[in-house]
């Protein structure tokens, strides 16, 4: 479809996994588990996915639902709270450190370790890099490049990716998508989102060219040029009726042409809206294909947050809905490295988000809006794709669960109804949209989901990234956060740390080593391969207890271009 090929932590009501014995961070502790040990026999050379074999006759799920039969449906349970009934089959998320602190037994399972090139392969399994050519044939551009990259802890990932240059417009889109109650609906925004941005953006003009190359049968000048991994794919089955809504809404675009210059603000909350409204549609009509049909309901009711930069030339413009995040690094006079937020989390902890609920509902249902900082004491972010159990009337959802297919009428997720549910919806999928003038000092963007802020802070995100990108490493007294530190164990700090920087750029992706400190820093903020190789280790049933999927992509911006720029305008 109009493209040109280049190169819950949610809801689920199935029980937690039981737990396995696997090996914990510090040689002195023992070992934590609340299950038998694991045989030390099962954990040979352990590399990507042979994870899942091994421990699946160990770990399973005893209740067959919708949500464990269909991967669209995989059990996610950080973004949906239970209810009371189903409180049982819940357990919260603990911390990696809890758990390395645990109480104690006294036999020790045999410890293993993935050995660096087997964690290199799995750090690097998913990364991918693009070079922006250093002239386009329109102008030169103010992006160099951008490495992306993704490490899961949902089986599937949950997390999407996008990336695309506008080959009718100007600017290129990039974009992460975080998943929850399954994959389907990032899945479905991740392939569509771009065209509804590339489409909105248009001029009247070119609309009505491809419109007429559709009626006459003619072939279509493609839009977007995609640059994916090669595990970034497209649903071909429901490419059709994609493209159907997709020409459907630029024939709107043209009935409704003003004349007008398009302004990116209001293209980007457009598309946004457009897309959920087709996803709500899609569902509701349904469609004669029961594979469609299955799969347009799998996406309705599963959900997604979205962060979508758009790059023309100096100007940046970050479309968030939901709680994934948009960061700038920006390098100071002094060479040190600060964090500009370009985006703010939709969640209970942002106090204006909060307002804005309140403010859509009655005052009678103000206490029941929010609780637990959840929304309706379920959601977590506050805006989002799909999740048509927060938009749709009660009778509505009825209606479509009981005359869709046997395997949603029979889940019960899809049957419960969230609580004081009185005046729907309650969620949007419309985004915040942050606009920044690129300076010199602008050096690269972080898009990110919460899977890496959950696990480290924007000023050491900018710090790392910084130094990658440059090689240049501001050294800060090293702090030991209140421990009691021996003269050899500084001795040994000291040494990790040299070896770390000379180390740096085994990484040849700037968001494999973002991944990599992520999921590997110890409490001195350094990475312990021990550490890296015993998250990487954890079975698939246990990762998503003490880590969320992670995508990023690190965009970097030409000084030189953004300077050029700027003095044309003076």
């Not at 090293?478 to 700090?493: E, F, P, R, S, W």
Request: negative net charge; aromatic residues 8%.
């Amino acid at each position: 479809m109009l493209a040109a090929s280049c190169c819950d932590r949610r809801m689920c009501v199935c029980p937690g996994p039981r737990r396995i014995a696997i090996p914990v961070r510090s040689s002195r502790l023992p070992l934590l588990s609340d299950a038998m040990p694991a045989p030390a026999h099962l954990f040979p050379l352990i590399r990507n996915c042979e994870i899942s074999r091994i421990c699946s006759t160990v770990c399973y799920c005893h209740h067959k639902h919708l949500c464990c039969l269909s991967s669209h449906f995989a059990h996610s349970h950080f973004r949906y709270a239970p209810q009371k009934k189903f409180a049982a089959l819940y357990r919260p998320k603990e911390n990696f450190n809890h758990f390395i602190h645990a109480r104690d037994y006294a036999s020790t399972p045999q410890r293993f370790y993935l050995t660096p090139p087997q964690v290199n392969s799995i750090l690097k399994a998913n990364e991918y890099s693009f070079k922006v050519p250093e002239f386009d044939g329109k102008n030169v551009s103010s992006v160099l490049g951008f490495d992306s990259n993704q490490l899961p802890a949902n089986v599937p990932i949950e997390d999407r990716r996008s990336a695309a240059t506008c080959l009718q417009t100007r600017g290129m889109l990039l974009g992460v998508f975080d998943g929850h109650a399954g994959c389907a609906c990032a899945q479905a925004v991740s392939e569509r989102l771009f065209y509804y941005i590339a489409v909105s953006l248009l001029p009247h003009e070119t609309l009505l060219e491809i419109e007429n190359a559709v009626e006459s049968g003619r072939a279509l000048l493609p839009i977007l040029q995609w640059h994916k991994h090669p595990n970034d794919y497209f649903s071909k089955e429901a490419s059709k009726l994609y493209f159907n809504s997709l020409r459907t809404y630029w024939q709107e675009l043209i009935d409704l042409n003003s004349g007008e210059t398009t302004d990116v603000k209001e293209a980007l909350i457009n598309a946004f809206k457009r897309l959920d409204n087709d996803i709500s549609l899609e569902a509701q009509v349904g469609d004669p294909n029961s594979f469609l049909n299955y799969l347009v309901l799998r996406v309705a009711f599963s959900g997604a947050t979205a962060c979508v930069a758009h790059v023309d030339g100096v100007d940046l413009h970050i479309a968030n809905t939901g709680d994934s995040r948009a960061m700038l690094g920006v390098q100071e006079e002094d060479g040190s490295w600060s964090a500009v937020n370009l985006s703010y989390d939709h969640n209970a902890q942002n106090e204006h988000e909060v307002e804005r609920v309140k403010m859509e509902h009655p005052k009678s249902e103000e206490k029941s809006l929010v609780k637990q900082d959840r929304l309706l004491g379920l959601l977590m972010p506050f805006r989002a794709f799909g999740d048509v159990k927060f938009k749709w009337s009660i009778e509505l959802q009825k209606r479509v669960v009981e005359s869709g297919p046997d395997q949603l009428n029979d889940n019960e997720y899809t049957k419960f109804i969230p609580p004081n549910y009185h005046t729907p919806p309650y969620l949007t999928a419309e985004p915040e949209v942050i606009y920044h003038k690129l300076r010199p000092q602008d050096k690269f963007l972080v898009l990110a989901t919460d899977g890496l802020w959950e696990t480290m802070h924007r000023q050491d995100v900018a710090r790392i990234v910084g130094e990658y990108l440059t090689g240049v490493h501001h050294q800060q007294p090293i702090a030991v956060g209140g421990y009691k530190v021996t003269l050899g164990q500084m001795h040994g700090l000291l040494t990790e740390r040299r070896a770390r920087i000379s180390s740096v750029f085994e990484d040849q992706n700037a968001a494999t080593h973002l991944i990599r400190h992520a999921v590997g820093n110890n409490e001195f903020g350094t990475v312990d391969h021990e550490r890296l190789s015993k998250m990487l280790s954890l079975p698939e049933e246990l990762a998503r207890m003490y880590r969320d999927d992670i995508t990023i992509i690190v965009v970097q911006f030409n000084s030189h271009v953004i300077g050029a720029c700027q003095n044309e305008e003076l």
